[in-house]
């Protein structure tokens, strides 16, 4: 971290040297896959030769109460008691291991919205295939205006038969933050359990997860905390009487929740005993302010877009963080196919490193703004938008 002349934290070009990122790429995606420091790839690199030396004292003896410590730290920054949280490989393997792990009927429905990250469309899929569960996505037409919208639309999709409500905290495509608080009220208030899938949401702000009260909370370290890859976590609420089971069952059945998750077979858990380093650098590097100045870039290049291109908002900035999607000023339709296109086509001809998305069959840009990105890795971007618009599949 460097420190300007006032003093204040600096960070986009003058902090690039803290990462290995390629300098040939105008790398605007952090929110999909994240990207690690050195420092924590060093760290990471630390606990592995630590294993090495002697892996049986070490998985025996030692990790367990390691695990423990980091499920602390990991615990205090996100706002659940670590006797309730336990680490996971990625989001994908919480959200699969609560709702696989649910005793479910035919014709139980499972309720979500039409923002729902599309691998957990795929396991609503997976469990109507072989469950004959009924999965209902009821649709947040766009541009998504204000929380209470939302509410009203996932409070219309409850029914009698509905068992769960999956909801996003962060939605990957449109990057747009639910009320998730006021939706587990919502679906509580009726005996319905909450799934949050908050993949995006530690490290983008700050997160107090036992207040929003949902029966199960999954997230992703490896995105906004730069955690390295392998670096996530379920929660629990106090009292839960829904078990949760982690996908691979080993020794510890039955043992409880900690116990179960805590050994799930022989792994590398570098990156999960590293979260406390990526904890720490992310505070160093300025914690609230840094989410902050993430946020007001991302909205300032945002509105330059706007201005530039006409594109509009997915939804309100109130409701989007370091990422913002925007939408053409004339909707493109748009498979899935065609935004793999168009990405593919911004890096080759462009040089971007952009995400585009599907939300409601409609193509969008999500900007993400990182640490080490500033305004003028967003030049052209516009141009680049308008050229590639002819990709079509
Ligand atoms: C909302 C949401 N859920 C789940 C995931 C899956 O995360 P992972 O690939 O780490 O399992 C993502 C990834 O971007 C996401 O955005």
């Not at 002697?54 to 998985?59: D, I, V």
């Not at 929380?147 to 999709?157: F, K, L, N, P, S």
């Not at 691979?248 to 059945?253: F, G, N, T, V």
Request: glycine fraction near 8%; charge should be negative; proline fraction near 6%.
């Amino acid at each position: 971290m460097t420190e300007g002349p006032a003093n204040r934290l600096v960070f986009g070009q003058a902090l690039r040297s803290l990462w290995g990122l390629d300098p040939e790429a105008r790398l605007i995606n952090h929110g999909s896959f994240g990207a690690t420091p050195l420092e924590i790839l060093a760290e990471q690199v630390h606990w592995r030769s630590l294993m090495e030396r002697n892996t049986a004292r070490f998985f025996v003896n030692s990790l367990p109460g390691l695990l423990r410590e980091a499920a602390g730290e990991l615990g205090h920054f996100v706002g659940v008691a670590p006797d309730r949280l336990a680490f996971l490989d990625n989001a994908t393997a919480g959200t699969n291991a609560v709702l696989r792990g649910l005793a479910l009927r035919p014709g139980d429905e499972i309720l979500t919205t039409s923002h729902v990250y599309n691998a957990v469309r795929s396991t609503l899929r997976f469990l109507s295939d072989t469950q004959g569960v009924v999965a209902r996505e009821v649709a947040l037409p766009l541009p998504v205006t204000e929380d209470a919208q939302i509410v009203e639309t996932v409070r219309a999709g409850l029914t009698s038969r509905t068992r769960l409500v999956v909801v996003d905290h962060v939605a990957s495509a449109s990057a747009m933050t639910f009320p998730v608080k006021q939706i587990v009220a919502l679906a509580h208030a009726q005996g319905v359990p909450v799934l949050v899938d908050g993949a995006h949401a530690p490290g983008l702000f700050s997160l107090d997860i036992d207040a929003i009260g949902a029966d199960w909370y999954v997230g992703n370290c490896h995105k906004w905390l730069c955690a390295p890859k392998g670096a996530a976590f379920i929660a629990i609420r106090d009292g839960l009487d829904h078990p949760v089971h982690p996908l691979a069952i080993s020794h510890a059945y039955g043992e409880g929740f900690v116990p179960e998750f805590d050994f799930i077979g022989t792994r590398d858990p570098s990156a999960w005993l590293s979260i406390p380093a990526a904890i720490r650098l992310h505070q160093r590097l300025g914690g609230p302010e840094l989410r902050q100045r993430n946020r007001e870039l991302a909205r300032h290049v945002a509105e330059r877009m706007m201005t530039e291109t006409g594109m509009r908002l997915v939804c309100p900035f109130e409701a989007s963080h370091a990422m913002v999607a925007l939408r053409w000023p004339i909707p493109v339709p748009g498979s899935r196919a065609r935004a793999r296109a168009m990405h593919d086509a911004l890096y080759d001809r462009h040089g971007f490193e952009a995400a585009v998305t599907t939300v409601a069959n409609e193509l969008c840009l999500r900007i993400s703004v990182a640490a080490y990105n500033e305004a003028s890795d967003f030049d052209g971007l516009g141009d680049a938008l308008a050229d590639v618009l002819d990709v079509t599949i």
